[in-house]
């Protein structure tokens, strides 16, 4: 939690300390926001600690349902340990942390049922199965471009939240999909976002990484565009075939295979943003 925050353990005792005690410190930005949970879960810390013990309670259950989501969606080489933890700050869910590999967090405040929760560690435990993928981004960084580094940052988040939200349509990410999906050109103007920062992230003309710190948030382009490719692939061809272009980690396949689908989708990507990403797959094939 303190790495995803960018807090240090020392400034986290601070905040706790004043929260506690009714200190009077002043925070700033993240570890102001640490400090305003800690206050509301001292408020009502009896109604977190009722979904705790219900988790508890049925936790077989609990992995069995994980399990079965997750594994309907993922190639049959995918695997994930995971570690969990229940906390009642910070932001909702998320697992990417080279310190300590197999964490996923999980904050309660935001799933206050249990099937709701389920929801949200699938989502997080399909991010943690598609470990090819994350080996893929490794080598490339090592000895790949930086222009296709930076390109395949951008369309791996598109293809990883994009399935893991269609296997979690209870959560934000699906529910504000169901909004925009039939709302005039919104999923279109999403589209093409993602498609201009690939290209400028390709001629770069942008990093990789400022690209998707402009996709991601509040649910961005990233998940707007990966949810309604990944239901577009499973609809025209079935979930068996959205399993099988995951085994891809240059992720070219997911692409080709929804720009195969049918005229009656929202967005078509060009040929030259296709022929991007199947310069990437050469790439990958080249290295792993």
């Known amino acids: 939690m303190l790495y995803h925050h960018n807090l240090s353990s020392r400034t986290f005792l601070k905040i706790l300390q004043s929260a506690v005690t009714g200190g009077k410190e002043s925070f700033m930005g993240a570890a102001a926001m640490l400090h305003r ?16 013990n219900e988790i508890k309670a049925s936790w077989s259950k609990v992995r069995g349902k994980v399990s079965a ?59 943690k199965a598609l470990w090819k993928h994350r080996e893929a981004y490794a080598r490339l960084t090592r000895n790949g471009p930086r222009n ?12 990883g939240e994009g399935v893991a939200s269609i296997i979690s349509p209870n959560i ?7 909004k925009i999906k039939n ?3 919104s999923l279109k103007e999403n589209y093409r976002s993602v498609e201009e920062a690939i290209i400028m992230v390709y001629r770069e003309e942008m990093p990789g990484e400022e690209a998707v710190s402009k ?12 949810i309604d490719m990944a239901l577009t692939i499973e609809k025209e061809y079935g979930t068996w075939a959205l399993r099988e272009v995951l ?36 790439r990958m094939q080249q290295i792993l």
């Open 37 to 52: 949970d800690i206050l509301k879960y001292i408020e009502k810390h009896y109604e977190y600690e009722k979904l705790v």
């Open 247 to 282: 085994d891809d980690p240059s992720v070219y396949k997911f692409f080709k295979m929804f720009n195969q689908a049918s005229s009656k989708t929202v967005y078509k990507y060009t040929s030259q943003t296709l022929k991007i990403i199947k310069q990437l797959q050469q």
């Open 148 to 159: 296709l580094r930076g390109v395949f940052e951008v369309i791996n988040e598109v293809v």
């Open 69 to 127: 989501k997750v594994e309907g969606y993922l190639p049959d080489w995918a695997e994930a340990q995971v570690k969990v933890y229940l906390v009642p700050v910070g932001d909702d869910a998320y697992g990417v942390n080279p310190i300590d590999t197999n964490a996923v967090v999980i904050n309660m405040r935001y799933f206050k049922s249990l099937e709701v929760f389920i929801e949200a560690l699938a989502h997080e435990v399909h991010h």
């Open 215 to 226: 996709l991601y948030p509040n649910m961005g382009p990233i998940y707007m565009v990966g």
């Open 172 to 178: 934000a990410p699906f529910q504000k999909y169901r």
């Open 183 to 185: 709302k005039g050109n």
